[in-house]
């Protein structure tokens, strides 16, 4: 019972904190999964909302589970945007429930089919990091421009207006990926980190990639995937491994250490930034900056 009123207390006390905020802003309060996507939509509706990201920058969201407090934020939310393709795979109920009182917006929703990448025919096989391949991200985004658009008609001018900017952005560093990935093909390396996210950025850049783990970072890697994966470095005599943000070093660590004592020395290169954000104010604290900060380390690690 005091357990009860302990929570409930908390669920007040957010409330009220949340009420008095959206008081003073005046502005619409849209509430976003990760930070990734909580960037992109900053970018399409400008100053006409509040934009709130229920996972902070470092979070995993294949682990991430929903608190009193993310509970709290979702119920008041003017509008709900999540990505989808079970990325959020432990909030998927949640989404389910919401959709029968709230305004959801899942930004993966008509991405074809056939772009997708799949690892099974199960429905939650299917790869959710489409944001690394900027052509699939900037379709995802404008699905999400054109919702909010149906969701605020009045905020149509704008919404066209930031959209046409950011697009272009997205174009300029989509060819940016495809001029510096000819220098990686050429060099013969292939990307290779703790889990499988990048997938759709080797489809996309023409880039051999190789994970560890599988599509969620839920999965264990045995020792055959680590014995296989050892071999691949040195036959390819592949110059870095990758470390990520988001992920233990732990498995990616022991690939390092097999090449060592296989008599390959290879540099443990990273973090790199896959399904979160930096912090605010650093030069991977945007989408864009993210990106361009993987792409940096990654030349940098395995070109001469």
């Given at each position: ?197 990048f997938a759709y950025f080797g489809k996309a850049y023409s880039i ?97």
């Amino acid at each position: 019972m005091i357990r009860f009123y302990s929570i409930l207390i908390c669920v007040l006390l957010l409330s009220s904190c949340k009420f008095r905020e959206s008081e003073e802003t005046g502005l619409p309060v849209i509430v976003t999964t990760t930070s990734i996507l909580a960037d992109g939509i900053k970018k399409l509706v400008g100053e006409n909302a509040q934009v709130i990201a229920l996972m902070p920058a470092g979070v995993d969201p294949h682990l991430y589970k929903a608190s009193v407090r993310d509970l709290d934020l979702l119920q008041d939310a003017d509008l709900v945007i999540y990505h989808g393709l079970y990325l959020e795979g432990k909030m998927t109920e949640i989404f389910e429930k919401l959709a029968f009182s709230k305004d959801l917006i899942n930004v993966s929703e008509k991405i074809p089919e056939e772009l997708l990448i799949r690892s099974g025919p199960e429905a939650h096989s299917v790869d959710p990091h489409i944001w690394f391949d900027v052509s699939l991200w900037k379709m995802a985004m404008q699905f999400a421009s054109e919702e909010i658009i149906v969701w605020k008609p009045e905020w149509k001018s704008t919404i066209e207006s930031n959209s046409t900017q950011y697009f272009q952005e997205l174009d300029q560093l989509h060819q940016e990926v495809i001029d510096k990935a000819q220098l990686l093909n050429q060099s013969q390396q292939a990307l290779i980190t703790a889990h499988d996210a990048f997938a759709y950025f080797g489809k996309a850049y023409s880039i051999e990639v190789k994970g560890l783990q599988g599509l969620s970072t839920l999965s264990e890697p045995g020792l055959r995937d680590l014995t296989g994966l050892v071999q691949f470095i040195i036959d390819r005599n592949i110059k870095a491994v990758f470390a990520e943000q988001t992920i233990s070093p732990k498995a990616i660590k022991a690939v390092v250490a097999g090449c060592e004592n296989a008599g390959h020395p290879i540099q443990l290169a990273g973090p790199l930034y896959t399904d979160s954000l930096d912090g605010p104010e650093t030069p991977a604290g945007t989408y864009i900056g993210m990106f361009r900060s993987n792409i940096e380390t990654i030349f940098k690690s395995l070109l001469p």
